[in-house]
């Protein structure tokens, strides 16, 4: 099943109950201004856009019945599709996209995306499938409660426990690893964001890369004809 057609559509409510292996594909930008529900099955976003605008919810998400957003060859996590939200002020779980936080300061209005996309620059070499991205008004930091994801958005990233909250922090593509409590029964990460110099807020999960660090020690100085020792460690 396919959501097609040459206009927009803007949808009242969307049911998507169907079981297939690919479930039903999004084909263009859509609009949807009531509710999504989730029942069974994909809501398959491919490169497209579904719009809740300013009043639009998803509802009903599991595991085997969710977004995502494949590419030409079905694989998950290789479409641009996103969700998309606009709010004035917002707080908490917007729209139902799964984004569950607190502003410190008022935001005005915002547009929020739920991306499908693993993400990777400095510092992050795979992200799981699904990030978020806030476009305010005004920049906020965030204390988020929580980042919701589903076991199928994990990208072969193991343990799940070393996940963290990743936030994109200039335009270098360099991603910052902030505080992160994990809860892998119940697929959730708590955290919060800092001040960049972007003027936006991209966060996502991925594995904080390891860190080395070594030191090297001597016996110097020593005297002519005695033995000189080196020694080395490294966490």
Known sequence: ??????????????????????????????????????????????????????????????????????????????????????????????????????????????????????????????????????QPTTYATLTINPFSYFDAELNSITPESDLKIMQLYNTSNYWQTRPTTINTSINQATGSTASNSLSYIRVTLAKSPCTMTASANSNSPVCSGATLNLTSSAT
Not at 78 to 83: D, K, V
Request: hydrophobic content about 30%; aromatic content about 6%; charged content about 15%.
């Open 1 to 134: 099943q396919e959501i097609d057609g040459t206009n927009a559509t803007a949808f009242a409510n969307v049911r998507c109950n169907n079981s297939s292996t690919y479930g039903v594909v999004v084909n263009r930008n859509i609009q949807i201004l009531g509710t999504l529900t989730m029942v069974t099955g994909y809501l398959d976003l491919k490169n497209n856009e579904v719009d809740f605008s300013t009043s639009g919810q998803l509802t009903g998400e599991t595991e085997t019945s969710r977004v995502r957003a494949t590419n030409s060859s079905w694989a998950e996590g290789g479409g641009t599709g996103r969700l998309k939200a606009t709010r004035t002020n917002p707080t908490g779980n917007v729209a139902g996209m799964g984004l569950t936080f607190t502003p410190s300061t008022n935001m005005g209005s915002t547009v929020i995306y739920r991306g499908h996309q693993s993400q990777s620059g400095v510092n992050l070499t795979s992200s799981i499938h699904r990030y978020f991205e806030l």
